[in-house]
Structure formats: structure tokens, C-alpha cells
């Protein structure tokens, strides 16, 4: 599967972007997919993932309540919905599809897109 994130731009703290994430050459909804974020100089982290069918999800603890993960399988797309911004989410995230193991190991992840920098000024 091919993977193609989008939507990073810069948003003042408080503020709310959305990113999308879609997926080609594959049966999208057998993958489950998650979202990462990575700052320079630091690992990537975990931010969010859900089930092919979507009907499960996970949060890290530090975007629970401000963002939500969601997908459209008609349309090939997953999107992170994110609200509330912090000057911390300043990040590139990084969208993945995964097939076994952790959802929030990005070890156990198969593909991943390019990334889109989300910037949160203050």
C-alpha cells in the first residue's frame, strides 16, 4: 500500500486542523491505520490508530479528547481530526498502515507516508 499525507500548515495555539491520509494499491480496509508525529532530534511518537473497520480506536495520552482518528474506506482515506492545538503538537506527522503487532509501536507499522508539518504558533 502507498500512503499520502496532507493537510500540515501552520495554525495559531487553540486552533483546529484536520490531515488526511490516503491510501492506494491495496485493500484499505484490511489495514489498520495510525498516525505519528516526530520532531526533530526525538523518536516518533504515537498519536492515534484505528481498526480496518473503524470501529476501534487508541489514543496517546496527550492528544485523548483534542484529536480524533477517523476513516472514510469508500474513499481510501483516513483523517486525524485535531482540536484544541498546543505549541507541542508543532510536529511532522506521519500517517502508517499496520497489519499486526502494536498499534502504538511504530516498529509494527508497514508503510508510511511522506509526512506534513503541523506548526502551532503561540
Known amino acids: 500500500v502507498q500512503l499520502q499525507a496532507s493537510g500540515g500548515g501552520l495554525v495559531q495555539a487553540g486552533g483546529s486542523l484536520r490531515l488526511s491520509c490516503a491510501a492506494s494499491?491495496?485493500?484499505?480496509?484490511?489495514?489498520?491505520m495510525g498516525w505519528f508525529r516526530q520532531v526533530p532530534g526525538k523518536e516518533r511518537e504515537f498519536v492515534a490508530a484505528?481498526?480496518?473497520?473503524?470501529?476501534?480506536?487508541v489514543y496517546a495520552e496527550s492528544v485523548k479528547g483534542r484529536f480524533t482518528i477517523s476513516r472514510d474506506n469508500a474513499k481510501n482515506t483516513v483523517y486525524l481530526q485535531m482540536n484544541s492545538l498546543k505549541p507541542e503538537d508543532t510536529a511532522v506527522y506521519y500517517c502508517?498502515?499496520?497489519?499486526?503487532?502494536?498499534?502504538?509501536?511504530?516498529?509494527?507499522?508497514?508503510?508510511w507516508g511522506q509526512g506534513t508539518q503541523l506548526t502551532v504558533s503561540s
Open positions: 502508517g498502515s499496520i497489519t499486526r503487532g502494536s498499534w502504538s509501536s511504530s516498529s509494527s507499522y508497514d508503510a
Open positions: 494499491g491495496g485493500t484499505f480496509s484490511r489495514y489498520g
Open positions: 484505528i481498526s480496518g473497520s473503524g470501529g476501534s480506536t
